[in-house]
């Protein structure tokens, strides 16, 4: 079981930047997979990146170039920098945790809202 707290969300304007943080309650080394979703309102959760072992990074088309999924194991968190935003890019985002084999389980967070508006 691990818990997830996301923060860093807020209201920006086009071209800004935002990085939000995933804080989680134990250790995210041993975790297999850390990532980042949105779902905007009347849409599907989708996601945003992911990050497989530390070693291999996974970035919606829409995003890439623009995000940057990383994390820190000493501070147990992910990060998801934000450049050049787009109002597209307005949602809730979410950050998951997958345990890997054999349960292959996900947690996830309460997640942040980010508004792009000019």
């Known amino acids: 079981q691990v818990q997830l707290v996301e923060s860093g969300g807020g209201l920006v304007q086009p071209g800004e930047s935002l990085r939000l943080s995933c804080a989680a309650s134990?250790?995210?080394?041993?975790?297999?997979?850390m990532g980042w979703y949105r779902q905007a309102p009347g849409k599907q959760r989708e996601l945003v990146a992911h990050l497989i072992n530390e070693i291999i990074t996974n970035y919606a088309d829409s995003v890439k170039g623009r995000f940057t999924i990383s994390r820190d194991n000493a501070k147990n968190t992910v990060y998801l920098q934000m450049n050049n935003l787009k109002p597209e890019d307005t949602a809730v985002y979410y950050c998951?945790?997958?345990?890997?084999?054999?349960?292959?389980?996900?947690?996830w967070g309460q997640g942040t809202q980010v508004t792009v508006s000019s």
């Open positions: 134990k250790s995210i080394g041993s975790i297999y997979r």
């Open positions: 998951n945790a997958n345990s890997g084999s054999p349960l292959w389980l996900d947690y």
